[in-house]
């Protein structure tokens, strides 16, 4: 895809995105979202002294990614969604009649926001276990693990953003779409958690987006994890590849 074909779209989808305030409030809620939750959780666990604790400090300094993902999905969802409850799409697919381009230039500027919000809200939260952490008994996270789960964790919610945005660019309805990128993030490790069947278990952990993908933020105990931090974050972007190619393919072949 030539970049002198596409920078014309990438200019109209941001005029777009930055002249209406959703996207940004949900990008700054993401970031408080995230640094809140992680500082509250950290303020309240501890570990006893002079004992190794079970707990890994870099992967509680990342507990707020949880409700952040959701909001990301969320925004990721709205950006195509609001284009069809809207009907602002069949001007856009008329001034822009390369659909998949139009899908491309959606993605490239909705996850390179969601990677500077990432950071800023990745940063503040490990930022804080290296201050709180300490005085409640654990070790201080440091070192080139912590920087991979931290760097992990921002590439994790870039892809949680390009789900959500082929999960919309499939379903085309707001609440349905929000209702299915949910349901991938928090469904699939309350059904490993209920799945006793070894083999299923390890399956679902391995496999689903969320559990899968989530793995980049473990820095201890690795030997233990169904599948290793980097194949596990692989898994996600998988997701998120096969939802915008086939966003992309039903833009292509049904009506708008």
């Not at 800023?120 to 070790?139: D, M, Q, R």
């Not at 912590?146 to 789900?163: D, M, P, T």
């Not at 559990?211 to 599948?227: C, D, E, M, R, Y």
Request: one cysteine or more; a positive charge.
């Amino acid at each position: 895809m030539s970049l002198v074909l596409l920078g014309p779209v990438l200019r109209a989808e941001w005029t777009k995105l930055r002249t209406i305030s959703g996207p940004a409030w949900l990008l700054a809620a993401a970031a408080v979202a995230t640094i809140a939750i992680s500082l509250a959780v950290q303020a309240a666990t501890s570990c006893p002294a002079r004992q190794t604790c079970p707990v890994d400090p870099v992967k509680l300094s990342l507990t707020g990614v949880q409700l952040g993902q959701a909001i990301v999905a969320i925004l990721a969802v709205l950006v195509v969604g609001n284009e069809y409850s809207s009907g602002l799409i069949k001007l856009t697919l008329a001034a822009m009649p390369r659909r998949t381009q139009v899908l491309g230039a959606k993605a490239a500027i909705v996850t390179a926001l969601v990677l500077v919000v990432a950071a800023v809200a990745v940063a503040g939260s490990v930022l804080a276990g290296h201050v709180i952490l300490p005085g409640h008994g654990f070790p201080s996270p440091g070192g080139g693990p912590s920087l991979r789960a931290a760097v992990g964790a921002v590439l994790y919610l870039g892809l949680i953003a390009l789900l959500g945005l082929g999960v919309a660019a499939i379903v085309r309805d707001n609440a349905a779409a929000i209702g299915v990128v949910l349901g991938l993030l928090y469904l699939s490790p309350i059904v490993a958690a209920f799945v006793s069947n070894p083999v299923w278990h390890k399956r679902i952990e391995r496999f689903a987006p969320t559990n899968a993908g989530q793995a980049i933020f473990s820095v201890t105990g690795l030997k233990h994890l169904p599948i290793s931090p980097w194949a596990g974050l692989g898994v996600l972007a998988i997701w998120a590849a096969a939802a915008l190619l086939a966003g992309g393919l039903v833009l292509r072949l049904r009506d708008a």
